[in-house]
């Protein structure tokens, strides 16, 4: 069961140094136990927020995935994990893919804003690409993070299931 592997990864609490000043701003946050929990809210909250900030194409996916992870209280480990998604190998299709989407929700003509991998291209387009791919990419992840999320409680939920039916047929045996 992956609950079990989980619980062998990940700490029971968070111990930052007592004497450190981080410790003393961010004490009482970092200890707050629904940062780790393993249950069916935290999680599926945390793929959500996971693969809904790994959509958005901005630097800095870490620091907003770990503010909406506070924010929600849903497992912050497993969210961080979740935004490697977009990594450096998949972040060019990734931009690619979601300025198309952009372009074609906006209803531009992709062919006259065709992306060109260069800095100075960059700088002189960056508000025509920035929008549509910022577009593109809260509505991706918005789906992407819905459909984690149900995917989740549905899978817990046949587990759960699953292992009732099992106790129960395992109790049914032994009192016959």
């Known amino acids: 069961m992956p609950r079990k592997?989980?619980?062998?990864?990940?700490?029971?609490?968070?111990?930052?140094?007592?004497?450190?000043?981080?410790?003393?701003?961010?004490?009482?946050?970092?200890?707050?136990?629904?940062?780790?929990?393993?249950?069916?809210?935290?999680?599926?909250?945390?793929?959500?927020?996971?693969?809904?900030?790994?959509?958005?194409?901005i630097p800095g996916q870490t620091f907003v995935v770990t503010a909406l992870a506070l924010v929600f209280r849903c497992n912050l480990p497993l969210s961080l994990v979740l935004i490697w998604v977009s990594n450096p190998l998949t972040i060019p299709p990734m931009i690619l893919g979601l300025h198309r989407l952009g372009q074609w929700m906006?209803?531009?003509?992709?062919?006259?804003?065709?992306?060109?991998?260069?800095?100075?291209?960059?700088?002189?387009?960056?508000?025509?690409?920035?929008?549509?791919?910022?577009?593109?990419?809260?509505?991706?992840?918005?789906?992407?993070?819905?459909?984690?999320?149900?995917?989740v409680r549905i899978l817990w939920r046949w587990k759960v299931i699953k292992s009732w039916e099992a106790r129960k047929k395992k109790r049914l045996q032994g009192s016959s």
């Open 5 to 57: 592997l989980f619980r062998r990864l990940i700490p029971v609490k968070l111990n930052p140094n007592p004497n450190s000043l981080a410790s003393r701003w961010f004490g009482p946050i970092l200890s707050d136990p629904h940062l780790l929990h393993l249950n069916r809210h935290s999680v599926s909250t945390a793929f959500f927020i996971g693969l809904f900030c790994a959509c958005l194409p």
């Open 106 to 151: 906006l209803g531009h003509d992709a062919a006259a804003n065709a992306i060109h991998f260069n800095w100075e291209w960059l700088r002189e387009n960056l508000d025509n690409v920035y929008l549509p791919m910022l577009l593109a990419g809260v509505t991706c992840g918005l789906v992407m993070g819905g459909i984690g999320y149900l995917t």
